[in-house]
């Protein structure tokens, strides 16, 4: 439904452009809209084919995640293409993917073509620090990342499903991006922004700063929000505490699917560990409205009373993992083989995933660490 309610939004707006709207005869759309390994060689269910333009590749990048001792020098790809689009190199030709290789996908009306650049991407050691330094700024939007031993930990984000509803806004006006006001240098803010008119149109009115290990799956976006949110990285240690600092300040004035509610914004800080199985390989954006109950669930680290701090300064958080609560002994072999995966996120609205929080509302995190054993 919100999938025809979106459609509807893009037609009405549409309309303000133009006086004579005709059906064009062929499509002019070139896109990758899903790209086919088999299972069994992916560390993660989805393949990513949403991430914005690289500058410095000069395409559209996609990282298969591969999990690790696959021989990925004679691979062969299936795709997805938009209704009619033609693609260079062709569908299960076998590639090299140790080095990025390029495609090119043309419209079906011939005058459209985009290059992507497609390479393999081993499982990485995820760090036990994160100093929210670095970010790429190339695309729409800021994709905020953490260097380890010489490899990229990428964070995600709902940037993706914003640039959706306000497709002019400026970096800094998303969602989630980096800011110069760290603790120490640099940090991640994270603002509750409004989705304009056709946000509102698809029941989607806001869109909560927030920043999570994992991926943010765009072609769900509309349809599934809280299953396109897939939180979580492997792991190979038992995760104690999670320490960091923070700073938050609420909106003025909190609004529940647009209405205004008396009721005060609040952030959310937690982090959770569990195991990833082949009918469960990630958790998602429902774990919060579960009561972070679920099967696979090992240990959870949650931030029990965030409040607005002081004066609007850094405060320190410093969360244990509760593993009596799931009552699960860690299994060595499983841990070994990055079987367990952590989960972190921080939001600028705890109901940011219901629609529901105040605009404006700002949560800033910077020098978060994992103690771990």
């Not at 076998?94 to 090119?104: A, G, K, W």
């Not at 695309?139 to 930990?153: A, F, L, P, S, T």
């Not at 964070?155 to 120490?184: H, I, M, R």
């Not at 560990?273 to 972070?292: A, H, I, K, V, W």
Request: one cysteine or more.
């Amino acid at each position: 439904m919100k999938a025809i309610k979106f459609i509807a939004a893009l037609f009405m707006l549409s309309a303000t452009w133009t006086s004579c709207i005709k059906d064009e005869e062929l499509n002019a759309e070139a896109d990758i809209t899903r790209c086919i390994l088999p299972k069994e060689i992916l560390s993660r269910p989805e393949i990513d084919v949403y991430r914005p333009f690289d500058l410095k590749l000069k395409a559209y990048p996609i990282y298969l995640p591969i999990k690790t001792g696959v021989d990925v020098s004679n691979l062969a790809l299936d795709f997805e293409l938009t209704p009619g689009a033609t693609i260079e190199p062709a569908k299960g030709s076998m590639h090299n993917f140790r080095q990025p290789v390029r495609y090119t996908v043309t419209s079906e009306d011939g005058q459209w073509h985009r290059t992507y650049s497609i390479v393999a991407e081993p499982p990485k050691k995820i760090p036990t620090f994160f100093h929210f330094e670095d970010a790429h700024k190339d695309g729409k939007y800021h994709i905020i990342y953490e260097k380890n031993e010489d490899k990229e930990v990428t964070w995600g984000s709902g940037n993706g499903g914003f640039s959706l509803a306000v497709k002019d806004a400026e970096q800094l006006e998303y969602p989630t991006f980096l800011s110069s006001e760290g603790y120490k240098g640099n940090c991640v803010q994270m603002v509750t922004r409004q989705t304009g008119s056709l946000g509102a149109l698809v029941g989607m009115p806001i869109a909560a700063g927030n920043l999570f290990l994992g991926q943010f799956n765009l072609k769900d976006a509309m349809e599934k929000p809280l299953e396109a949110t897939q939180f979580g990285e492997p792991f190979t240690y038992k995760p104690l505490r999670i320490k960091g600092y923070y700073r938050y300040k609420a909106g003025s004035q909190y609004l529940d699917k647009n209405r205004p509610v008396d009721k005060k914004d609040i952030c959310s800080i937690y982090a959770f560990f569990y195991e990833s199985t082949e009918d469960c390989p990630m958790l998602d954006g429902n774990l919060p409205d579960q009561n972070y109950n679920h099967p696979n669930m090992v240990a959870l680290a949650l931030l029990k009373e965030p409040h607005e701090t002081k004066d609007n300064q850094w405060e320190e958080f410093n969360i244990e993992f509760d593993y009596q609560r799931y009552g699960k002994s860690i299994d060595p072999n499983k841990l070994e083989n990055g079987q367990y995966h952590l989960g972190i996120v921080f939001t600028a609205s705890a109901d940011g995933a219901k629609f529901a929080g105040a605009p404006g509302s700002t949560l800033m995190v910077d020098e978060v660490e994992i103690i771990y054993e």
